[in-house]
């Protein structure tokens, strides 16, 4: 019996893992079942939609059935999975179950918001869906004071892209933007690039309060922030409530086959952790799931993964980052009236780089120490 291939979730993931897998199988069913209504979007936009005056439909790239229809697949939307019986090889859906050959879990992550007291905590808004977008949008139409909570990738794109059209207040714990990413000097010309948003470094915010129609912020510090909507980036975390029953760390524990602890059943994309790490980018889950795609198709294949470049979506000072960029490292500058090129050495070897301004990075990237 020739059982389907069960895709949970509709992201880049699973996406990117049913086309892959219909170019080499053209008739075995792939059945994705997700949660949400099963739009393809490209997510990474998302952190610069709303300076566009972008809405969340003019996002979309194709609807759920016009990507069914495309790939010969079948899309479950609205469909959210509650358990799976890794025994039975079955998806509890609630009111009936799915019987997988294979199972794949593309089920993302969610957003980690640090606790915060206060009558209004529950109004911070999060940025990692459509459905996310939709509220934040609409939230934010009519503010003209928004806090955004964390100057990592993300927070300091959505910081950068409501600046256009809001006065916007940034609080992060560490001492400057990008600091896990970035060296300082790099952090310091894109804050400078940033002047009209009001940064609170080395504070936190405690709790949220209602204050008649706006909100009332209190920082670690004691001091006060009145604004009209709170946005929290503090990073994400893997959706792991699907996995019981299967070895789970950060992620979802696979290996480079993109395999479980259970036979049969796989994991891509920002739920997944490979070697001990979770990689949130497009790049490394297209290549996870062109990999999964041919072991699918009866091809066991690694996924293998070199220095991955990343671009920070800051127009005003773009920023590119390749290799490791974190932790101890031994920085080399050179600055021109064009832009600034940052060499991450470690033990005398290239490991990384950050370019910002007008320099472009991507050309280091075969050089890095592998
Ligand atoms: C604002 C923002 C900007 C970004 N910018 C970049 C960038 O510039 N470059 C880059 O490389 N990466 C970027 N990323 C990261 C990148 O977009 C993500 O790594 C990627 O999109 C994650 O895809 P995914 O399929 O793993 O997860 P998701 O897109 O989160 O998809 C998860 C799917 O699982 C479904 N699901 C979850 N639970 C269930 C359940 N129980 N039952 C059924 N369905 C379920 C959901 O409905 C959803 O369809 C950005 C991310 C964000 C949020």
Redesign the pocket.
Known sequence: MNRPIVI???????YTLARAYRKLNRTRPVVV????D?ADYP??Q??HAFGNGASAERLIRQTASEVAAETSIMVLPH???QRIDFDKQLVELGNRTLRYGELVL????RPFVPPMTGDAADTVLT???LDDYRQFQTRLANANDVLVIGGG??GT??AHDIARHKRVTLVDVNARVLSKQAPPVISARLQAALGDVDFRFGNRVTAIDQDGDRLRATLADGDTLTVDAVVCATGLKP?L??AKGLDTATGIVVDAGLRTSREHVYA????AEIDGRVL????P?TLSANALAQTLAGTPTAVAFGPMP??V?TPRYPVQLGGITGGEIDWQIDEDDNGLTARAMRDGQLVGYATGGGHNGFRLLPQLAR
Request: one cysteine or more.
């Open positions: 949970i979730g509709s992201g880049h993931g699973g079942v997700t949660a949400d099963g997510k990474p998302l952190s469909t959210r999975v593309a089920v993302g992550a940025l990692n869906s990738l993300i794109e959505i959706r409530d699907l891509l994309g920002d739920c949130p980018y497009l790049q889950i990343v671009a979506k």
